[in-house]
């Protein structure tokens, strides 16, 4: 039997077993993928005994993903540009590493909004934090000229943007709505709205009538900062879509399938964040 899990601590609340666990079942697969929580320095110890436990590899999620990236042998280049690690996987006895958070937001971003890149427009990020830097990553990859990324703390824009280059600019935060105003995408990277709580506060009035409106919270599915876009007759992308997508190429090196984010998956997840509520 092929075996996976995902590490973390806490990791009750983990939704990747669910996913995974789909996609064994739908495709027939004799593997199975758990939760495993690894205490506080415990990490080194639990990824050396990885293949000694039976595990092909791991995903990896709060608060191990930095440390992950320095523990592996072998982490791909979008892993170091990221600075983090959330996929590992065992390849002729040596732990491998790379980061799917930026092709599972580009992949449902290009999916839900196959047009976003129709204007030649700037990208507006709100945040600097770790699901910040894979989201910058995934759009200079894909080849946009100007990314905005406003903070609530300025230093930590101004450090990210340092480490990425001249195509991405910090602007302040109290600059946030006439930032994001012509973007052709607004991507919400920060917790706030999650569960419901807090408020960005953006002001939709005058955006450009094409502007995507993403976030990557996907507790509630429709935050309110995508409620408002909404209202103001802005197309949205949730969170949830980015979740299903980052785990295809983790399942693909464990379990050798090339997965399928499904109408079905999506609605059986989705049911779950419903549910939890
Ligand atoms: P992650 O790895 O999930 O991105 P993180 O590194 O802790 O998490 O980053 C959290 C981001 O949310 C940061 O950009 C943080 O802003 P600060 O750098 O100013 O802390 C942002 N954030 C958290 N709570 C916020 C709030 N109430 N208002 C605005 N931004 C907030």
Redesign the pocket.
Known sequence: MRRACVIGWPIEHSRSPAIHGYWLNRYGIDGSYTKEAVQPGRLEGFLRLLATNGYRGCNVT?PYKEDALHLVDEADETATAIGAANTLWLEDGRLFATNTDAYGYMAYLAARAPNWQRRDAPVAI???????RAIVHGFLEAGVSEIRIM???RD?ADALALNFGRRVKVKD?SERSAAARDAAVLVN????GLKGE?E?GIDFAGFHPECIVSDIVYVPLETALMRDARQHGLKTVDGLGMLLHQAVPGFEKWFGVRPEVTPELYERIAAGIVEAR
Do not use: D, E, S
């Not at 709100?126 to 910040?132: D, N, R, S, V």
């Not at 990277?189 to 706030?192: L, R």
């Open positions: 709060i709100l945040g600097a934090g770790g699901a910040a903070n609530r703390t930590r935060w990277t920060t917790a706030v807090g960005l």
